[in-house]
C-alpha cells in the first residue's frame, strides 16, 4: 500500500487543520504498515482506535471552525463527519469478535478507502469551506483556541 503524503495543494486555509489532516494521513499510514506486518498485527486495532479518537478531535475543532466562519454548507459536511465515525467505529468493534476476524478487518480496501475518504474530505470538503475560512478572524481563533475538552463524540 503506497503512502499517502500531504502536499500544499491540500492546504485548507487553516494551519491547525492543516496540521490535523496532516496528523490523520499518518494515522492512515501507520494502520497501512501495521497491517501489512502479520507481527504488529495487535498494533492494528490500536491504530484503529487512534484514527478514530484523532478523527473525532479533528472533526470537532473543524465544525467550530466552519461555524465560525458562518460557512453556509457545515451541515452537509457535519454529517460526512458522523458517518466517517460510525463507520470506524463499527470496524473497531469488530475486533471482539475475535483475531481471525479482526487480521480480515484491516485489508486493501479498507486501507483504500480510508484514503480516498481522507482526499476527498481534504479536497473537496476543505477546499469547499477555505475561501470562507482562510481570511476570516473568527475561524482563525476558533482553530487556535480549541481544546480537546470540546470534543464531544463518544460520550
Ligand atoms: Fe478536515
Not at 7 to 26: P, W
Not at 80 to 87: A, G, K, L, S, T
Not at 107 to 127: C, P, S, V, Y
Request: proline share 3%; charged share 30%; glycine share 2%.
Amino acid at each position: 500500500m503506497a503512502l499517502m503524503q500531504w502536499n500544499e495543494k491540500m492546504s485548507v486555509g487553516v494551519i491547525e487543520l492543516d496540521a490535523d489532516h496532516k496528523e490523520l494521513i499518518k494515522v492512515i499510514n501507520q494502520l497501512g504498515a501495521n497491517a501489512e506486518d502479520e507481527a504488529r498485527r495487535s498494533a492494528t486495532r490500536q491504530s484503529l482506535f487512534a484514527l478514530l479518537r484523532y478523527a473525532e478531535y479533528h472533526f470537532a475543532r473543524e465544525e467550530k471552525v466552519m461555524a465560525a466562519c458562518q460557512y453556509p454548507d457545515i451541515r452537509e459536511h457535519e454529517l460526512e463527519h458522523r458517518d466517517f465515525v460510525e463507520r470506524i467505529n463499527r470496524l473497531h468493534r469488530r475486533f471482539d469478535e475475535g483475531p481471525e476476524e479482526a487480521a480480515a478487518i484491516v485489508d486493501e480496501a479498507l486501507l483504500t478507502f480510508l484514503q480516498d475518504w481522507l482526499k476527498h474530505h481534504i479536497l473537496i470538503e476543505g477546499m469547499a469551506y477555505r475561501p470562507h475560512a482562510e481570511h476570516s478572524p473568527a475561524a482563525r481563533e476558533a482553530a487556535k483556541s480549541f481544546k480537546a475538552s470540546e470534543v464531544w463524540w463518544s460520550r
